[in-house]
Structures are given as structure tokens and as C-alpha cells.
């Protein structure tokens, strides 16, 4: 999606809680992650693994949504507590960084700390481009509280209509159902015009489900 159709959109694109219609923006594949082993240590190669969302491929920005934006900071934050200042160079995360206090890995010898250079390499792909980032640009509101007019039932309705099989659809009203049984007779009011809202079969479903639970308290 490029920052012109978000300004298209119907919907906050940045919205967490909205998902971009795959028939316009179809999944691109970025990569292909092969599990061919079972872990040795489960410690060394499970508990100490590193996933940090600020580790970026050149090319790929992150984009103004609050929830990643929050992580960008906080995932190598909790690393650093997790795992020591030096978690980049236990083998399982394998990074390519050099410097840092107390260096626990042998951080390639003798070899520069640039490249390309004249002593081993790594050499430039000649067939490389160079890339730099897009000028960042975030227009209009991302926050995530409910401005009145925001549009909370297109896609559940969509979702409901055009994803579940209907054996999903039992499997749904049924969850919600025995969780709603517990609750007042107010709270499930709101719960059935709120999903009546999504599809009004989908509100019928609830309501005949929440009759034949007779409503049993706690």
C-alpha cells in the first residue's frame, strides 16, 4: 500500500484492529523459513533466541502503526534485560555485529572493520543498488481510540459472510455464548446488537444460542 492509497482508504490502514483486503494488497512472499532440525539445547537454541521487529532488511521501513512503533524499542530493550548487552553474538541470533562491551565471540579476527577492503572481503555485489529510506511522512490520526465515525463492522461483516465455513460459524457463537451466559442481562443486550450490527444472522445465532443456555449465572 503506498502512502497515497492510505489516504484512500476507508479505514485507518495503521489500525491494528483492521486487516488491508488481500483482493487489493495480495501477500507478497518476502522469504522462505526452512525448520530442518530439532533444537540440540533447547537453552542455547530455544531460550536465548532474539526476535527484535527493529532488525530491518534494507528496503522494508516500518510503518507509523502505533503497536510497532512500540516495539521497535521495546523488543531490543527487553533483550538487553533478558539477555545481556551481548545477546546479538550468542550463536542462535547470529549477527554480524562486532563491537560491544566485553566481546564473548571471537569478532572476525584480525579483519577490517569495513568492507569492501583488501584483506578477505566481503566484497559489493556489483549488480547491488544502494538503497536509501523513503522521506517519512505520516498524515492524519493513528491512534487507536474510537473517533465515533469509525468504521468497526465492514470487515467483521466480510469475515462473517465470506471466511468462516459454517461449522466456524457454530464454533463462534457458541464460544461467545458460553462466555456471555456469565454476564448480566445488560452486557448481553449490547453483545447481540453489537454483533446484530456486524450480520443480523450473526445476532439471531447469539440470541437463539443464549436462550438454549438458559442464562446460568455464577
Known amino acids: 500500500m503506498t502512502p497515497a492509497q492510505a489516504k484512500q482508504q ?16 495480495p501477500l507478497i512472499p518476502v522469504g522462505k523459513l526452512v525448520l530442518n532440525r530439532n533444537p540440540s539445547n533447547f537453552f542455547s537454541d530455544v531460550e536465548q533466541i532474539a526476535f527484535n521487529p527493529n532488525n530491518l532488511t534494507p528496503g ?3 510503518s507509523p502503526d502505533r503497536l510497532l512503533q512500540g516495539r521497535l524499542w521495546a523488543y531490543q530493550d527487553t533483550q538487553f534485560y533478558r539477555l ?11 549477527s554480524l555485529n562486532r563491537v560491544s562491551i566485553s566481546c564473548i565471540i ?12 583488501s584483506f578477505g572481503g566481503p566484497n559489493v555485489d556489483p549488480n547491488a543498488k544502494y538503497w536509501t529510506p523513503p522521506p517519512e511522512h505520516v498524515e492524519g490520526d493513528v491512534d487507536y481510540h ?12 466480510v469475515f ?3 471466511v468462516l465455513s459454517d461449522g466456524a460459524k457454530t464454533r463462534l457463537v457458541k464460544n461467545l455464548s458460553g462466555t456471555l451466559k456469565l454476564t448480566t442481562e445488560e452486557i448481553r443486550n449490547r453483545a447481540i446488537k453489537m454483533f446484530t450490527n456486524v450480520d443480523e444472522n450473526f445476532g439471531q445465532k447469539l440470541t437463539i444460542a443464549l436462550q438454549e443456555e438458559k442464562m446460568v449465572y455464577l
Open 106 to 117: 571471537d569478532n572476525q579476527g584480525g579483519a577490517p572493520n569495513w568492507h569492501p577492503n
Open 60 to 62: 522494508i521501513g516500518a
Open 84 to 94: 545481556g548487552v551481548n545477546y546479538t553474538q550468542l550463536p542462535v541470533n547470529n
Open 146 to 157: 474510537d473517533l465515533g465515525d469509525d468504521d468497526n463492522y465492514s470487515q467483521p461483516r
Open 160 to 162: 462473517w459472510n465470506k
Open 10 to 25: 476507508k479505514f485507518n490502514p495503521f489500525d491494528i484492529t483492521k486487516v488491508w483486503p488481500h483482493e487489493q494488497f
